[in-house]
């Protein structure tokens, strides 16, 4: 077990003190992108997700304990590690580098999946030291730590993940400089039905196959789609977030890396699909359906189909979550 011993470099130190010895946090999967949004839209699910157990301790620092669920991919070096790296940039804005903790990682979700796996771990860190220490700052003000742990698991400080994880719900990052993110409104029982094929698609490899350059009237094309979703997210108008649900830009080249993805989307769509895409960096997948049981047959044909081409899968079925993470003991 190894641990980051740690200084203080806060000039400001808060009157925040642990109101409990320990704590256990679920924080849940997300979809980003949502197929037109690239790296502005993502929501949060109610499966998969994530738990970090964090106990106080009394020498100063972090320490990783345990990790199950990973297969022994994640490393244990806290300097290495999401979840510590952001408790830790939170701990020095806090003033509260001198606290001691140990964590326990529980991996509740594939990773890899394009669900947001680093994201859900981060932001149950993130959310357990919080509410360990009693802050009652709102949580949005997390977000800036838990892109500091997006950065170091994908090169990339992207937020779609992480910002619906922690806040809940449906997010549109509208700026990253200032970081600008606003929670949408969503028809109320629109489920989606989520296929994580058993196939690697590293999310770094997939950000770098994605072209540098565009033409305009693809451009033009992915602005309206993009508009045309949060209209009708905001009008409660299925017709219009399927048809809006079109990506010109992304989706032609990351979908050569899931096997039949256009097999799947039409397959989907005749079951009574409102959408199909992909969703983050793949390879999981996923479609917007009008109620649970066109999203229950949707999983299950596509997973029947992977299995026919020799493919395994984990399917899921969820509302959009709109309370991220949350206290399970």
């Known amino acids: 077990m190894e641990t980051i011993e740690t200084k203080q470099q806060s000039t400001h130190k808060f009157d925040i003190k642990p109101i409990m010895d320990s704590i256990k946090v679920f924080a849940p999967a997300t979809v980003a992108n949502v197929v037109c949004g690239f790296d502005v839209l993502g929501f949060?699910?109610?499966?998969p997700g994530d738990e970090v157990i964090m106990r106080i301790t009394n020498k100063p620092g972090l320490s990783i304990s345990k990790i199950?669920?990973?297969?022994?991919?994640l490393p244990l070096d806290p300097a290495k590690n999401t979840v510590t790296v952001s408790v830790q940039h939170y701990l020095q804005s806090v003033?509260?580098?001198d606290i001691g903790l140990d964590i326990e990682l529980h991996k509740k979700m594939p990773i890899g999946s394009g669900l947001g796996s680093s994201s859900a771990s981060t932001v149950a860190g993130l959310y357990a030291i919080k509410t360990l220490l009693g802050d009652e700052t709102p949580v949005d003000k997390l977000l800036p730590f838990a892109i500091k742990g997006e950065e170091m698991a994908c090169g990339h400080g992207h937020a779609d993940n992480v910002a619906p994880a922690l806040m809940g719900g449906f997010v549109l990052i509208r700026s990253y400089e200032p970081l600008d993110v606003i929670r949408l409104p969503h028809p109320a029982g629109l489920y989606s039905a989520i296929i994580f094929p058993d196939v690697d698609v590293p999310t770094r490899e997939a950000r770098q196959i994605i072209r540098k350059s565009i033409q305009m009237k693809d451009a033009v094309t992915q602005w309206g789609n993009i508009a045309g979703l949060v209209s009708g997210l905001f009008?409660?108008?299925l017709d219009l977030i399927g048809r809006s649900m079109q990506d010109v830009l992304v989706e032609p080249v990351r979908s050569m890396l899931i096997p039949d993805f256009y097999v799947m989307r039409q397959m989907a769509m005749d079951l009574g699909a409102i959408s199909f895409g992909i969703s983050g960096s793949g390879p999981s997948v996923f479609a917007f359906a009008k109620n649970e049981q066109t999203a229950i047959q949707i999983t299950q044909k596509l997973q029947q189909h992977l299995t026919d081409i020799k493919i395994g899968s984990n399917i899921y079925v969820s509302t959009i979550n709109d309370k991220g993470p949350k206290v399970i003991g």
């Open 68 to 73: 199950t669920g990973d297969n022994g991919r």
């Open 44 to 47: 949060a699910v109610n499966e």
């Open 95 to 97: 003033g509260r580098t």
């Open 235 to 237: 009008m409660e108008d």
